[in-house]
């Protein structure tokens, strides 16, 4: 029998101090190279740190830490990597989030350090973190190699999540999908993929899409997607039936976003659509974790929000959307499909 005077059970308070650590540990693996060094199969801690030149004891302890984590294995005393580090965590798999975790790790977590103020100001910490204020995407392109692999990192999480948003709503009514914002054109694939009479178009900044144009190349669908230079802010907006928006929307505030809403609308044949890439956050705010986390990041790393699927409705009706469904997936991206009437 518990007994009514005793404290309440502290287990949530003592997992989130510690939940920084454990973010730390595999943003070090990644950055020095320990899931690299295992790419080729197991090593003893002598071999890892013949190629990293680090502090054998101190090394030892990081690795075991990655053991607890599951980022590795242990036999004897080779370390190896587990399936999950093999597959995202290591620069030659293609389907790799280094990038983002980099990003996360040099940028990200110095931003975060500034939270309160972002609370107290309703601002994002670019210019109190880094004392400038250029646009903040152009802190993710500083030099090829950043941009390279920063779009790589979210070229992995669009493989875990574009193949659940194509499948959320039935699509086979569309002949053309814009990819506005395309990236790495993971979405634009997926969707091809699973109907095969649409054709796709990837739109970007003519600094982006080199690399869709090399992805996508090696894909079974290539031979039915068109990548095109541009801004989807500034420039006319390739024709199309059914537009997508794929973790767009959460980067701008309410008058950006409406803004862009408006001009698809414009842009889009009666009967048209938009299909929308975020996570939902529950409509009672409770949740889930992975959505209120990215809304407070879009507070400290952006100018816009998470919203809600109520809130997404409101946001597109103003634009002129009529119809607005929702469904929740089991990966990174929900999926929104918003219809202008005939």
Not at 70 to 80: A, F, K, M, N, P
Not at 213 to 234: C, H, M, P, Q, Y
Request: aromatic share 8%.
């Amino acid at each position: 029998m518990s007994n009514e005077n005793s404290p309440p059970d502290p287990a949530p308070v003592l997992e989130l101090l510690v939940a920084f650590r454990r973010s730390k540990a595999m943003f070090a693996g990644v950055k020095l190279g320990i899931f690299n060094a295992l790419q080729a199969g197991p090593l003893s801690l002598a071999a890892i740190n013949t190629q990293l030149q680090g502090h054998p004891a101190s090394l030892r302890r990081l690795l075991d830490a990655l053991v607890g984590l599951e980022l590795l294995e242990r036999q004897g005393e080779d370390y190896s990597n587990s399936p999950a580090a093999m597959t995202y965590l290591t620069q030659n798999s293609p389907r790799r989030m280094t990038g983002y975790i980099n990003f996360s790790n040099r940028v990200g977590w110095k931003l975060w350090e500034h939270l309160e103020g972002s609370v107290l100001e309703g601002t994002h910490r670019w210019s109190e973190t880094y004392g400038d204020d250029q646009p903040i995407f152009s802190h993710f392109y500083k030099d090829e190699n950043d941009k390279h692999e920063f779009l790589m990192g979210m070229h992995g999480f669009g493989l875990i999540s574009s193949p659940h948003v194509v499948a959320a709503f039935d699509l086979s009514r569309f002949q053309r999908l814009v990819d506005l914002g395309g990236a790495t054109g993971h979405l634009t694939v997926a969707a091809c993929q699973r109907y095969p009479t649409l054709t796709g178009c990837v739109f970007d900044l003519p600094e982006v899409t080199p690399l869709a144009k090399s992805l996508i190349a090696e894909t079974d669908v290539a031979d039915r997607i068109e990548i095109v230079n541009g801004d989807f802010f500034a420039d006319t907006l390739p024709a199309a039936d059914l537009y997508a928006l794929g973790r767009i929307l959460h980067d701008w505030n309410e008058e950006k976003s409406l803004g862009l809403l408006r001009k698809i609308h414009a842009a889009l044949p009666p009967g048209g659509g938009l299909l929308v890439a975020e996570k939902l956050i529950h409509e009672d705010r409770n949740g889930p974790d992975w959505a209120q986390m990215q809304d407070l990041n879009m507070l400290v790393c952006t100018e816009g929000h998470e919203r809600t699927l109520t809130e997404y409705q409101q946001l597109l009706r103003v634009a002129g959307f009529d119809e607005v469904l929702g469904v929740t997936t089991h990966s990174p991206a929900d999926a929104i499909l918003a219809m202008k009437s005939f």
